[in-house]
């Protein structure tokens, strides 16, 4: 049973540009959260995606964008870098909304340069 | 403001001592507790959680937790150390009635000294 899958492990980009990090979720779940872990500090909500919606969101800016495709697998997208972008991606799978557990991925390390 | 809590930044055990960590929350209502686990370049993984009923919650690796509602503390303990056990420790709630997103306190770092 595959657990929670995030690619690529590792990302290098500069400012400004933008970057796309993609992320399967366990066999049998169908919502996906990605949450934001800068160095030190706990992970922060970015949003939420089931049945192909944006369902709930944090406090992020829109330069942070999201998509959940039929098959369930996700996307995150930022625009426009900063160099405070830089962070450890993590997507968690779920079933149904639900709020009971959430299984993370090992994570996509961004850097901005 | 609501929030989670986790006081110790940094903690250091002997192997084979028992362990505490500790975390508090702000909310008006019980959230959802959990305490997750990250290993250095790790995603993270669950320990325990707590929804209701019995407030004191057995783990895997050997972890439990138990819910205080009068002090707004969900504290992780563990009777005996290993040293495979040092890694970063996360507490995190989910408020209830507000959707299904983690919130997750600054983590504690525990080390392990042999």
Redo the contacts between chains.
């Keep these: 049973d595959a657990g929670?899958t995030q690619s690529p492990t590792h990302l290098i980009k500069t400012r400004g540009q933008q970057v796309t990090l993609r992320c399967s979720p366990k066999s049998g779940h169908d919502?996906v959260?990605w949450?934001q872990q800068a160095l030190?500090?706990?992970?922060?909500?970015i949003f939420?995606y089931y049945e192909e919606e944006e369902?709930?969101r944090?406090n992020f800016p829109d330069r942070f964008s999201g998509h959940q495709f039929p098959n369930y697998s996700s996307e995150l997208n930022v625009n426009a870098l900063l160099l405070g972008d830089s962070a450890l991606y993590?997507c968690?799978s779920?079933w149904r909304?639900?709020?009971?557990?959430?299984?993370?991925?090992?994570?996509t390390r961004l850097l901005v340069l | 403001a609501q929030s989670v809590t986790q006081p110790d930044i940094h903690i250091t055990v002997s192997e084979g001592a028992s362990l505490e960590l500790r975390c508090n929350y702000s909310y008006g209502a019980t959230p959802y507790l959990f305490w997750y686990v990250q290993s250095p370049g790790q995603g993270l993984q669950l320990l325990l959680k707590y929804f209701s009923g019995d407030t004191l919650v057995q783990g895997i690796k050997g972890f439990e937790a138990e819910f205080k509602r009068s002090q707004s503390s969900f504290n992780l303990r563990k009777p005996s150390v290993h040293w495979s056990d040092a890694a970063e420790y996360f507490c995190a709630v989910v408020p209830n009635q507000a959707g299904t997103a983690l919130i997750f306190g600054k983590g504690t770092t525990l080390s392990v000294s042999s």
């Excluded at chain 1, 030190?40 to 909500?45: E, I, S, V």
């Excluded at chain 1, 909304?97 to 994570?107: A, W």
């Design positions: 929670v919502t959260s949450y030190g500090q706990g992970p922060q909500f939420q369902r709930q944090g993590l968690a779920s909304l639900g709020q009971e557990t959430q299984y993370f991925g090992p994570g």
